[in-house]
């Protein structure tokens, strides 16, 4: 309009604002964007669904829809979960904050809706920075109020993620599973064996048969026949009495037979410690025998050598033999044994075993060892006129003389080579008075398995009757004498002095007449034993394939003579399969 058409008057005014406005409302018109009312303000403003902002590309002039996210849920400051974040503040502040509510939520005044309809490009481009604006403040928020919680905590996710209307769950912790059962390791297969000696046990000359073979090295049980039941030993019973003997008394322990002064005049009193090894003369069958000669001898220098004494005669000597008490003869054992010389007595004094000749193993015994041992001594001194009688010692009197037995490792392998029944009877009893325990036959029910025991042994199955083994009443488990040679091998305390004295298949002892022509002869060493109800035979086998093992064997019952050679086939078997043996 020129200056000559300006309106002069408020009419004219009116009329010019309202032919400007209804300018201004084309061009609005013309250039409104899709979805736009036709007031100039956007469809979402009045709607329920969220805003859309529109930005035209530079190079075309299609609309391009931009989502609005919806505000951030709130985020849980805690470690172990993280929930949507709380609507973090904006980052917009002032006049930005301003115009991005009235742009968002208002609708424009009419002089700004009409700078808007004028540019709406721009207007669109500054609307779509706000929200970026927006959307980046509010996930530095989130952030922030995540890591304020917990600065260990995971990073938090891009802002769009932040933004999801879907809020994150707290995850559910994860179980501990229940501990796997570990299997146990598979045990080793037990080693077969094919050798086997049932045929031998089977034969009827061994009658009743009870039997236990071992490894020596590892203990384990190769044959059982009854094993674990207590029966009569014969003379094996020696083994366990020796090994008692050993574990109490110990292998250097001597035995006394002293003399001392008596109560009369002209009287001494002969004093024995239960040594039944005292040679009557200078020597016996006993080796190392302490002499009588010697021990007269010195009992006639001191009587000589006291004023009080001396130029008198010795006219009476008192026999104490009360080391041990009680019956002298076992009540289950035959006299027999005594008559046809295989056992005497058992007395604390006597000599020579009470043989009637000193120098041989067997040989016939006497009805009193102890008077035997008197007169003895009565000769050895020059008085064989003296009277005797048993009696004892009195307390404190002066001591004449005295000699010491041969030590009890030699008297152990003597019982065992020869299976001396009187000399094996002496070390059980001599075991019993020195625990303690009593001094008669039935203190070696206590006396010997307390002394066993000592080896580690579980000895609550045996019954001892008598330390000989003539005794039927005796009964051992032959699985308690394979585990006890066991200990004799090793050589375990003194058990030694048992192996070294064993008799030898085919060689020495009672076993020098048998295993004729046995490849075992010589790779077995053992106890024998015999009784009229029984033959047995324990100990060691040196076998062929290299291995060592450990057996009893006791025929019973129906028994002859002929069981020794069934016993000698039976450990030549054994001897052959060694380690292999099976126990069908």
């Known amino acids: 309009m020129s200056d000559d058409e300006n309106p002069r008057t408020r009419r004219e005014l009116r009329e010019a604002e309202a032919r400007a406005a209804e300018t201004s409302r084309g061009a609005d018109a013309a250039d409104r964007a899709p979805g736009e009312s036709s007031a100039g303000q956007p469809e979402w403003a ?48 002032g006049d930005e904050a301003a115009a991005t509510t009235a742009t968002a939520t208002t609708p424009a005044a009419p002089g700004f809706r009409a700078r808007i309809s004028r540019h709406p490009r721009a207007w669109a481009v500054a609307a779509a920075a706000t929200a970026v604006v927006l959307l980046g ?50 045990a080793a297969p037990a080693a077969l064996r094919t050798c086997s000696v049932a045929g031998l046990a089977a034969d009827p000359r061994l009658g009743t048969l009870y039997g236990s073979v071992r490894n020596a090295a590892t203990g384990e049980l190769l044959f059982d026949r009854a094993g674990t039941t207590p029966a009569r030993t014969a003379s094996v019973m020696k083994v366990l009495s020796s090994a008692a003997a050993l574990a109490v008394l110990g292998p250097d322990h001597r035995v006394p037979t002293t003399v001392v002064k008596g109560t009369e005049p002209g009287q001494v009193v002969l004093v024995g410690g239960g040594d039944i090894t005292l040679a009557s003369n200078g020597s016996n069958v006993y080796e190392g025998a302490a002499s009588m000669q010697d021990l007269a001898a010195q009992t006639s220098a001191a009587w000589e050598a006291d004023p009080s004494t001396a130029g008198t005669s010795i006219t009476s000597i008192v026999l104490d033999a009360s080391v041990f008490s009680g019956d002298r003869w076992q009540p289950s054992w035959l006299r027999k044994e005594q008559v046809d010389g295989y056992s005497s007595e058992v007395t604390g004094l006597q000599v020579d075993g009470d043989r009637a000749e000193p120098g041989a193993n067997v040989s016939t ?82 006396a010997i398995p307390q002394a066993l025991a000592t080896y580690g042994l579980d000895t609550s199955a045996l019954v001892i009757a008598d330390g000989s083994g003539l005794s039927d009443d005796n009964g051992v488990p032959t699985d308690f004498l394979s585990r006890l040679f066991i200990k004799i091998n090793a050589h375990e305390g003194d058990l030694g002095v048992i192996a070294a004295g064993l008799p030898v298949a085919g060689q020495s002892g009672t076993l020098a007449g048998r295993f004729g022509g046995s490849p075992a002869a010589g790779s077995v060493i053992a106890k024998t034993g015999w009784i009229d109800t029984g033959y047995t035979l324990s100990g060691i086998v040196s076998a062929g394939d290299g291995s060592v093992l450990t057996f009893a064997f006791f025929a019973l019952d129906d028994v002859d003579d002929s069981a020794r050679a069934a016993l000698d086939e039976l450990t030549t078997g054994v001897y052959e399969c060694g380690n292999n043996l099976s126990d069908l």
Do not use: C, H, W
């Open 137 to 186: 403040g509010g996930a530095f928020a989130a952030g922030a109020a995540v890591g304020a919680g917990d600065p260990q905590s995971a990073p938090i996710a891009a802002a769009t993620d932040v933004a999801s209307a879907t809020p994150t769950q707290t995850p559910t912790p994860t179980p501990t599973p229940e501990p796997r059962p570990v299997p146990q390791a598979a």
């Open 46 to 93: 009045t709607a329920d669904t969220a805003p859309t902002a529109i930005i035209r590309p530079a190079t075309a002039d299609v609309p391009v829809p931009v989502p609005v996210p919806a505000p951030a849920p709130a985020v849980a400051a805690s470690r172990d979960s993280i929930a949507p974040a709380a609507p973090a503040p904006s980052a917009a502040t």
């Open 365 to 446: 015994r006497s009805d009193n060892a102890v008077l035997r041992a008197g007169q003895a001594f009565a000769l050895a001194l020059g008085a064989p006129d003296a009277a005797l009688a048993e009696g004892l010692a009195p307390a404190g009197s002066p001591q004449l003389g005295q000699v010491l037995s041969a030590p009890v490792s030699t008297m152990v392998q003597e019982a065992l080579l020869r299976s001396d029944n009187t000399e094996a009877e002496m070390l059980a009893r001599l075991v019993a008075v020195q625990l303690g325990v009593g001094n008669d036959f039935a203190a070696l029910q206590t």
